[in-house]
């Protein structure tokens, strides 16, 4: 578990770092612009990592659905070598099924006043920049669905399995127990894809400018910063270890009586 929430970690980092710092330079800058190749590369790092995150999260709703419905097979079941290999395998699937995509959208031509109606370059404002026909957008948005939807239905038959397999614990104590190993994954799990949704399950529906770039932010922004908020709540281990950061004389005092 923990292998894998350092994995999504470092991607939220870097997920952040594509699109945050930019953002801020174009608050603060009259001239808000950025270049041809740069909106390139924003979308291509910003979605390959959000895919990435996409598959790590169905992961680690595999490891909870091994952990709690078959126990005493877990540490062979998952072991290290798996672990790194599922990671690795999330990693470069995430960062290999955009190629095509973006070297496509490399090729289409630009023309017209080029201002992009979003807080940061994104596939849908920039393909409505195109000079040639953009019904691809549709078929764009399917892929984006499917991809999503599948994820969603794999993360959701786990729980479903999980809560079934909880609810027949005869002890509450252990029935708790249980459910808090699970919650955290579960609040991001909502938290991400219901903000995905929420961007790239529209389709041709058009909200009002202010709800779009409200929804990119909670998308860009606030799951990021909530994320490693929910994990440090909701595990004991990090809340031990918070403490020792920030009250390490009375942890030692507490021990030495």
């Known amino acids: 578990m923990y292998n894998f929430i350092s994995v999504f970690s470092f991607l939220e980092i870097w997920y952040t770092t594509v699109t945050i710092p930019k953002m801020l330079s174009?608050?603060?800058?009259?001239?808000?612009?950025?270049?041809?190749?740069?909106?390139?590369?924003?979308?291509?790092?910003?979605?390959?990592?959000?895919?990435?995150?996409?598959?790590?999260?169905?992961?680690?709703?595999?490891?909870?659905?091994?952990?709690?419905?078959?126990?005493?097979?877990?540490?062979?079941?998952?072991?290290?070598?798996?672990?790194?290999?599922?990671?690795?395998?999330?990693?470069?699937?995430?960062?290999?099924?955009?190629?095509?995509?973006?070297?496509?959208?490399?090729t289409l031509p630009f023309c017209g006043p080029n201002q992009i109606h979003q807080l940061f370059c994104d596939f849908e404002p920039v393909l409505r920049l195109a000079c040639t026909d953009t019904s691809m957008i549709l078929v764009?948005?399917?892929?984006?669905?499917?991809?999503?939807?599948?994820?969603?239905?794999?993360?959701?038959?786990?729980?479903?399995?999980?809560?079934?397999?909880?609810?027949?614990?005869?002890?509450?104590?252990?029935?708790?127990?249980?459910?808090?190993?699970?919650?955290?994954?579960?609040?991001?799990?909502?938290?991400?894809?219901?903000?995905?949704?929420?961007?790239?399950?529209?389709?041709?529906?058009?909200f009002p400018p202010l709800l779009d770039k409200a929804t990119a932010l909670m998308f860009a922004v606030l799951a990021p910063l909530f994320n490693p908020v929910i994990y440090s709540l909701r595990n004991k281990d990090m809340k031990n270890a918070i403490k020792k950061i920030f009250y390490p004389q009375k942890m030692f005092n507490a021990s030495g009586s």
């Open 140 to 206: 764009e948005d399917v892929i984006h669905a499917v991809s999503i939807l599948t994820s969603v239905s794999i993360i959701s038959l786990s729980y479903l399995r999980i809560i079934t397999v909880i609810l027949r614990i005869p002890s509450g104590e252990s029935r708790q127990k249980a459910f808090s190993t699970c919650a955290a994954h579960i609040t991001i799990f909502l938290l991400f894809f219901g903000s995905v949704a929420l961007m790239y399950l529209h389709f041709s529906v058009t």
């Open 26 to 106: 174009n608050l603060l800058s009259e001239h808000k612009s950025i270049s041809f190749i740069g909106c390139l590369l924003q979308m291509y790092f910003f979605h390959s990592l959000g895919v990435t995150e996409g598959l790590v999260l169905t992961v680690m709703a595999i490891d909870r659905y091994v952990a709690i419905c078959n126990p005493l097979r877990y540490a062979i079941i998952m072991t290290p070598r798996l672990c790194v290999q599922l990671s690795t395998g999330s990693c470069i699937f995430g960062f290999l099924v955009l190629l095509p995509e973006i070297i496509w959208i490399s």
